[in-house]
Antibody, heavy 119, light 112 residues
């Protein structure tokens, strides 16, 4: 059974940093692209960033480019999102999601982590 | 960015009846090289992450009941639930992965 278990998240001050983690099991992690998607009541679902199986291809939304960095450690079956210079508008539920590809549907999702950016 | 617009925003359908949700993209998501539409559909229930229903606009994900079907091409797509069940109450989203940034529709809330 595919499982994506997320950790990290919480309350952070404006301008602060946070790292989200996603640990995968039940599939061959290094065969698949992985993504981060966030959700807010106001803006709905928003794709944040994606990374190919070997980290050779990385893409991010304009809204986070230069502030957020996606990475993965295939030896640890783990995906990360390093978030810096956080803004109130980054407040959201963050989901990790499994692709097959960097441009594809998301066939499994993590449980989600709430990130709250506040002064 | 490709804008995905769903209609209606909310929908109430009787049990056993057909539910139809529409999704329109601001530009075509049909890739001419492989003749595939880069569009997927998700179902989200309260307190849960989205669940994949359909990809390539009409391919049902494994384990998804066959009352769910997707159709359309180019810029206009439809998710149809042929006979609504109580467990289908949820918010449904379309998603394009044709170009970056990948984008989602605003969601359609389906009620009994």
């Amino acid at each position: 059974e595919v499982q994506l278990v997320q950790s990290g998240g919480g309350l952070v001050q404006i301008g602060g940093s946070l790292r989200l983690s996603c640990t995968a099991s039940g599939f061959t992690f290094d065969d698949y692209a992985m993504h981060w998607v966030r959700q807010t009541p106001g803006r709905g679902l928003e794709w944040v960033s994606g990374i190919s199986w070997n980290s050779g291809s990385i893409d991010s939304a304009d809204s986070v480019r230069g502030r957020f960095t996606i990475s993965r450690d295939n030896a640890k079956n783990s995906l990360y999102l390093h978030m810096h210079s956080l803004r109130p508008e980054d407040t959201a539920f963050y989901y990790c999601a499994k692709g097959p590809y960097t441009r594809s549907w998301f066939d499994h999702w993590g449980q989600g982590n709430l990130v709250t950016v506040s002064s | 960015d490709i804008v995905m617009t769903q209609s209606p925003d909310s929908l109430a359908v009787s049990l056993g009846e057909r539910a139809t949700i529409n999704c329109k993209s601001s530009q075509s998501v049909l890739y001419s090289v492989n003749n595939k539409n880069f569009l997927s559909w998700y179902q989200q229930k309260p307190g849960q992450p989205p669940k994949l229903l359909i990809y390539w606009a009409s391919t049902r994900e494994s384990g998804v009941p066959d009352r769910f079907s997707g159709s359309g091409s180019g810029t206009d797509f439809t998710l149809t639930i042929s006979s609504l069940q109580a467990e289908d109450v949820a918010v449904y989203y379309c998603h394009q992965y044709y170009s970056s940034p990948q984008t989602f529709g605003q969601g359609t809330r389906l009620e009994i």
